[in-house]
Nanobody, 123 residues
Framework: QVQLVESGGGLVQAGGSLRLSCAASGRTFSTYTMAWFRQAPGKEREFVAGISWSGGSTSYADSVKGRFTISRDNARNTVYLQMNSLKPEDTAVYYC????????????????WGQGTQVTVSS
C-alpha cells in the first residue's frame, strides 16, 4: 500500500516556474512507476509525465515536452515535477499517481492517487 501527498502548487504568472513534490509512504515506493496527471475545470484528467521505478525511463505529454521535467529520489520516497515556462492552459489540479509495472500514460492502470494540488497560471 502506498499513500501519496502532493505539495508545491500555487499561483504563478505566465512564463514562471513551479516545482511540485509528491511524498510517498511505504517501503515499496522504489518499485513503483510514478506519474503526474492533471485535471482542468470541465475537462477529463490527463497524463502529464511518467517515470519508471529506476528513473531511467521518462515520458511526457506533447503539451509539456521541453517545459516540464519529472524526476524521483527513491531514498526520499519523493517524485518531483519541475514546471517551467508555464502557460495559462497549464492551470489545473495536479495529481501524483503510482502503479506497479511498466511506465504508461493509461490512467486506469494507476492504483494509487494523491489528493491533488492546485496550479494556477495567470496571463
Amino acid at each position: 500500500q502506498v499513500q501519496l501527498v502532493e505539495s508545491g502548487g500555487g499561483l504563478v504568472q505566465a512564463g514562471g516556474s513551479l516545482r511540485l513534490s509528491c511524498a510517498a509512504s511505504g517501503r515499496t515506493f522504489s518499485t513503483y512507476t510514478m506519474a503526474w496527471f492533471r485535471q482542468a475545470p470541465g475537462k477529463e484528467r490527463e497524463f502529464v509525465a511518467g517515470i519508471s521505478w529506476s528513473g531511467g525511463s521518462t515520458s511526457y505529454a506533447d503539451s509539456v515536452k521541453g517545459r516540464f521535467t519529472i524526476s524521483r529520489d527513491n531514498a526520499r520516497n519523493t517524485v518531483y515535477l519541475q514546471m517551467n515556462s508555464l502557460k495559462p492552459e497549464d492551470t489545473a489540479v495536479y495529481y501524483c499517481a503510482g502503479k506497479k509495472g511498466y511506465n504508461t500514460d493509461y490512467l486506469p492502470d494507476y492504483s494509487y492517487w494523491g489528493q491533488g494540488t492546485q496550479v494556477t497560471v495567470s496571463s
